[in-house]
């Protein structure tokens, strides 16, 4: 078996290794959620990798080498950005879910509302925006092990998915944090070393001298101009909206030991996000000139085709294991948030044991595996397109679960059946572009709840209160919309183009914006102490 076989094979088993030590919780809420113990750097490598899948490598790339360096803010600033949902969504629910119990997101919609009914209507369509992804990131691990090892990739994928259901479900959260902490110091080391080698050999074969007269692949709305700057607003807010709204994300804001854990992690996204997304799009931005022509298909594997050409066939393969940490640390923390819900918002009497999330994830695991075999192509690219959409109608709903308790049962019902019908006729083609179909959407929902909490319709049966402020201050908004401003930079655009170090200016000037956003949220974090004995107030 070669090098690159055992090594990617090696990175697969490692993470079963880790959990074959540890025994099962006896609760749900342990099993789930780790104790709602996870400390600042343990929560923050958690969050960040479970936020990073297989497109992070190769969607990343890809779109880089389609249309430029205009990807990398919408990836790297909107990543970062999203990360200051963590006052004002996980602050409250940590706080929240420590003195109520809540395990699932239906639990808190279920309890805020006082309707069992809108607490499971919200998880599944949780499950429906999710459960997708597993058999595509399956599916995908399966190819990738293929391609590396030789195996089928029916087995690849079966080999995959039984390792990670292995760890996932005999240590839950704990040992899902232990794997996430390799995984995404393998992204990160791995995705900067491709990006080295694969630069050195742009330069041994002149494509740096190539790339840097591609004035297209510098233009500010891209190649082909499809990312003006309102596509890159709409992307930051959609991911604002979505990100927060991720099963996996609220289960570790209620998992984070204290406000303190949470909030470290925040300050310490946007670096990620920069040692993450910088090298990826470099990757396919570099690939416009060392393989020229691709389709779009064909753009999405250029990590995968530049790293065999700098590294060999022999060991090209073994930087697919960045795309591999990336796509196991997404399937993992899925897998066992998908399987807390369905045990416990969809089999309520079932839940006070971990052995009945257990099933259902090994159920929800083999699903994912036989779709992953012969995917129906036509429902998953309809759900991949209404996943990120999806996601970001719910978060109104939660919302003003959060912050105002005016709003009932009757008028966050409406607001979630319409933010659905939207997504269907968007992901359907009905409304574009998609961009400006978020704000749509968003617009729709907002005056929905805004009619309920008017006209008073106060849910009878809610048995929690809502926090008795907003985190975020006067000033603090107002200097983070200005940093939003800045972002999308719209003065940039429609300007003759200047370069820095073959660079262009203005991506200078986003990696500037996203590291003072880090210095932002560290001073944000300083000036919200932590208040553990803090009860909400109504």
């Not at 709602?36 to 880089?64: D, H, Y």
């Not at 009497?349 to 012969?374: H, K, M, N, Q």
Request: proline fraction near 6%.
């Amino acid at each position: 078996m070669s090098p690159s076989a055992i090594a990617t094979l090696a990175f697969v088993f490692a993470g079963a290794l880790f959990a074959l030590g540890k025994k099962q919780s006896s609760t749900s809420s342990d099993f789930a959620l780790a104790g709602r113990s996870l400390s600042g750097p343990a929560l923050f490598a958690t969050l960040a990798a479970s936020n990073l899948s297989a497109f992070t490598v190769f969607g990343v790339s890809g779109a880089a080498y389609r249309i430029g360096w205009a990807f990398f803010p919408v990836m790297a600033f909107g990543t970062a950005f999203m990360a200051l949902s963590f006052t004002y969504v996980g602050l409250p629910l940590r706080r929240l879910s420590a003195e109520h119990g809540w395990i699932t997101p239906g639990d808190f919609i279920g309890q805020r509302f006082g309707s069992r009914g809108l607490g499971r209507a919200f998880s599944i369509l949780t499950l429906i925006y999710t459960v997708p992804y597993l058999a595509i990131q399956a599916g995908a691990g399966g190819r990738l092990l293929a391609s590396a090892t030789g195996l089928s990739p029916a087995v690849g994928s079966a080999l995959l998915t039984g390792v990670v259901a292995l760890y996932v479900f005999r240590g839950g959260m704990r040992a899902v944090t232990r794997t996430d902490v390799i995984q995404l110091a393998t992204l990160v080391g791995l995705g900067l070393i491709a990006a080295i080698l694969i630069a050195k050999g742009a330069g041994r074969s002149g494509a740096l001298d190539a790339l840097g007269k591609d004035l297209a692949a510098g233009a500010r709305a891209g190649s082909d101009g499809s990312l003006p700057w309102i596509g890159l607003l709409g992307y930051y807010a959609l991911w604002s909206l979505a990100d927060p709204m991720f099963p996996h994300f609220i289960q570790r804001f209620y998992a984070a030991r204290s406000d303190k854990a949470l909030l470290a992690g925040m300050s310490a996204y946007p670096i990620v996000a920069l040692a993450v997304f910088f090298p990826m799009t470099a990757i396919g931005v570099m690939g416009r000139s060392m393989a020229p022509g691709l389709g779009a298909a064909e753009a999405d594997g250029i990590f995968t085709a530049l790293a065999e050409k700098v590294a060999g066939a022999l060991w090209g393969p073994v930087f697919a294991v960045a795309a591999l940490a990336a796509l196991m640390s997404t399937m993992d923390s899925q897998l066992l948030s998908c399987a807390s819900i369905v045990s416990g918002d969809l089999l309520p009497a079932r839940r006070s044991s971990p052995r009945y999330t257990v099933l259902a994830g090994i159920g929800l695991a083999l699903v994912a595996w036989f779709v992953s075999l012969r995917p129906p192509e036509a429902m998953l690219s309809f759900l991949n397109r209404a996943a990120f959409p999806g996601y970001a109608t719910l978060a109104p709903v939660a919302l003003a679960g959060i912050y105002l308790p005016g709003v009932g049962a009757a008028g966050a019902a409406a607001a979630l059946g319409a933010g659905a019908l939207l997504v269907v006729f968007e992901a359907s083609g009905a409304l574009r572009p998609a961009m400006p179909a978020v704000f749509l959407n968003l617009g729709a929902q907002v005056v929905i709840l805004a009619a309920a909490y008017i006209g008073g319709r106060i849910a009878k049966h809610a048995t929690v209160s809502v926090p008795e402020r907003f985190p975020l201050t006067g000033p603090w908004i107002a200097i983070f919309v200005l940093f939003l401003v800045a972002a999308t930079d719209v003065w940039n655009y429609g300007v003759p183009l200047g370069s820095l170090a073959g660079l262009p200016n203005w991506l200078w000037y986003q990696a500037g914006v996203t590291l003072a956003l880090g210095i932002g949220f560290a001073l944000l974090s300083h000036s919200l102490a932590d208040e553990p004995g803090r009860k909400p107030t109504r």
